[in-house]
């Protein structure tokens, strides 16, 4: 290859990174809204993530929606949704973090807490919801009267590392979270507010 075409060539690739870097905080904004609302998601496999979005969409797709690893600046929201997937009965290490750093800006605004979990494919109950959220997420946000969901998750066992896929290999593969239940938490949220 030419040295010019070359050169180019990595000029392209610089400029692609550059992007990318820029556009890493997604946004979903189907409909503008002046109620800036948030939805900020911890997860290991992308279940809590599809259920933060499809959240959104329940309330018309006004929520701007972000993997707390994007570490968002929550300032300009008034209102905030808060959801975790659910491993050996905690959140993911990172959302842990952020609401403990966090906790005073965004307890006031929460309106909505979220648990994804396996509960071993049994459905969902009251004490569970309790368990997990009133007396788990609610807390750890500083939150008070916001929504409580518990949605059932799933296992992909090819997006799990080896070691965790072979303690998982008894729950086998599965799917429980369902788009028009996260799509009706969204609605009454919204409802709420
Ligand atoms: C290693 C591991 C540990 C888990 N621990 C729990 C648990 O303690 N309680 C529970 O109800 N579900 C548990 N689950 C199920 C997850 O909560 C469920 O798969 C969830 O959908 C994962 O969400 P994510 O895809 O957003 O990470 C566990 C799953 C894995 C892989």
Known sequence: MERRAFLGLGLTGIGAVALAKKGMALEYYPNPSDKKWAVVYGTWCGTARDAGLWISEGMGGIAD?????????????????????????????????????????????????????????????????????????????????????VFLGRVTPRLLPPDIREQMKMMGEYDNLKRPDCMAFGEEILGRA
């Open 65 to 149: 929606v972000f993997d707390v690893r994007e570490n968002p600046d929550l300032a300009k929201f008034e209102n905030i949704i808060i959801g975790s997937a659910i491993r050996s009965a905690k959140v993911t290490p990172e959302l842990q973090a952020f609401l403990e750093k966090n906790q005073s800006a965004i307890g006031p605004k929460v309106r909505g807490l979220y648990i994804v979990c396996g509960n071993m494919r049994r459905p969902v109950t009251p004490e569970l919801t309790k368990q997990l959220i009133t007396d788990y997420l609610a807390p750890l946000c500083g939150a008070k009267d916001a929504a409580a969901r």
